[in-house]
């Protein structure tokens, strides 16, 4: 998924205001926002699967806290 993609799409959306019929900007502000949650969605996996790569990163700050 690519930022840049969404972007395109927006502009298309604007560009059609006053052009398309309401259905049809619906169905495409539909469709970007689709696309900007398919692209978060991946953005939280793959920070998952990093983080599950290394467990050892997660718990790096435990041994840095000081003990009292």
């Given amino acids: 998924m690519n930022p840049t993609i969404l972007l395109q799409k927006l502009i298309a959306i604007e560009r059609s205001v006053g052009v398309a019929t309401p259905n049809a900007l619906r169905s495409s502000l ?4 689709d696309y900007l949650l ?9 920070s998952w ?17 000081p003990r009292f």
């Fill in 49 to 65: 699967k990093a983080a599950g790569q290394d467990p050892a990163k997660r718990f790096f700050l435990l041994g840095e806290l």
């Fill in 30 to 33: 539909q469709e970007a926002q």
């Fill in 38 to 46: 398919q692209m978060q969605r991946e953005s939280m996996e793959g």
